[in-house]
T-cell receptor
Framework: GQNIDQPTEMTATEGAIVQINCTYQ??????LFWYQQHAGEAPTFLSY??LDGLEEKGRFSSFLSRSKGYSYLLLKVLQMKDSASYLC??????????WGAGTKLIIKP | DTGVSQNPRHKITKRGQNVTFRCDPI?????LYWYRQTLGQGPEFLTY????????KSRLLSDRFSAERPKGSFSTLEIQRTEQGDSAMYLC?????????????FGEGSWLTVV
């Protein structure tokens, strides 16, 4: 994706915690989304951050640092169904969405 | 089901043929988007509508691609003279405006295979 960097693939163990990092171009920044996408399916919304800090939603949390152009998605108590790609999405000042290529998360028992 | 629906879900076509995909957005959503996604990549923006007006069209969209949303409700995406490089999943999404945390909601996608 244009100006969005996230790891291509990560592996974690069921029950553990994993953090997926995303860095993005800061100019014209207007919000950061995380989407989950299971293989062969459409992306589904997970979280939205526009101000610095941590947003918690159940087992998933998302963090944003605007000055650093950095976000992470934190997944706790991993379940096998969490195996999916996680897409970092930056919204610009024109409200256009710039999608990362996604991080494929593999959960092992 | 009140989500975004797309059809057909799968289409296999011969190179050179025309194909059309339909998208029915969530009923109160005024914005409708088309994206294309290939394996291992995030969705690529193609075009979007605000009600019936097509406000932006990606440079990725060649002249063979056309999209319409005639009554501001459902939309169609037509690909003329398909090429093998058009094989991808075509995603439709809708949203209620763009401000704040208004998210876009995706349909299940239409898979196109050009042989």
């Amino acid at each position: 994706g244009q100006n969005i960097d996230q790891p291509t693939e990560m592996t974690a163990t069921e029950g553990a915690i994993v953090q997926i990092n995303c860095t993005y171009q800061t100019s014209g920044f207007n919000g950061l989304f995380w989407y989950q996408q299971h293989a062969g399916e459409a992306p589904t919304f997970l979280s939205y951050n526009v101000l610095d800090g941590l947003e918690e939603k159940g087992r998933f949390s998302s963090f944003l640092s605007r000055s650093k152009g950095y976000s992470y998605l934190l997944l706790k108590v991993l379940q096998m169904k969490d195996s999916a790609s996680y897409l970092c999405v930056r919204r610009d000042s024109n409200y256009q969405l710039i999608w990362g290529a996604g991080t494929k998360l593999i959960i092992k028992p | 089901d009140t989500g975004v629906s797309q059809n057909p879900r799968h289409k296999i076509t011969k190179r050179g043929q025309n194909v059309t995909f339909r998208c029915d957005p969530i009923s109160e959503h005024n914005r409708l988007y088309w994206y294309r996604q290939t394996l291992g990549q995030g969705p690529e923006f193609l075009t979007y509508f605000q009600n019936e007006a097509q406000l932006e069209k990606s440079r990725l969209l060649s002249d063979r691609f056309s999209a319409e949303r005639p009554k501001g409700s459902f939309s169609t995406l037509e690909i003329q003279r398909t090429e093998q490089g058009d094989s991808a999943m075509y995603l439709c999404a809708s949203s209620l405006g763009v401000k704040g945390g208004n998210t876009i909601y995706f349909g299940e996608g239409s898979w196109l295979t050009v042989v």
